[in-house]
Nanobody
Framework: VQLVESGGGLVQPGASLRLSCAASGLSFSSYAMSWYRQTPGKERELVAGISNTGGRTSYADSVKGRFTISRDNVKNTVYLQMISLKPEDTAVYYC????????WGKGTLVTVSS
């Protein structure tokens, strides 16, 4: 199983980014997917989740209205669209696949700074 995140980078406050997580080696459409983020010295926190069909989504309060999680079960990819980015969104963002056990990607760094 391999999860590969991409799309991170350095942006100014107020900008947008779209993260992608490409999955391989698993039956992607069977797995719930989620995005987490982590900053140095802090625990990894759940940002957003989506059910295997995409019919249900959930978000951390800190990102509601700004982030949107979606998935493409043909492309085996989950996305995180982020708008109105804030400096406090700076973190390494990880995707996770869940079905009984969990699989993690290696993360992509998002830096929001002027």
């Amino acid at each position: 199983v391999q999860l590969v995140e991409s799309g991170g980078g350095l942006v100014q406050p107020g900008a947008s980014l779209r993260l992608s997580c490409a999955a391989s080696g698993l039956s992607f459409s069977s797995y719930a997917m989620s995005w987490y983020r982590q900053t140095p010295g802090k625990e990894r926190e759940l940002v957003a989740g989506i059910s295997n069909t995409g019919g249900r989504t959930s978000y951390a309060d800190s990102v509601k209205g700004r982030f949107t999680i979606s998935r493409d079960n043909v492309k085996n990819t989950v996305y995180l669209q982020m708008i109105s980015l804030k400096p406090e969104d700076t973190a390494v963002y990880y995707c996770k696949a869940s079905l009984g056990r969990n699989y993690w990607g290696k993360g992509t760094l998002v830096t929001v700074s002027s």
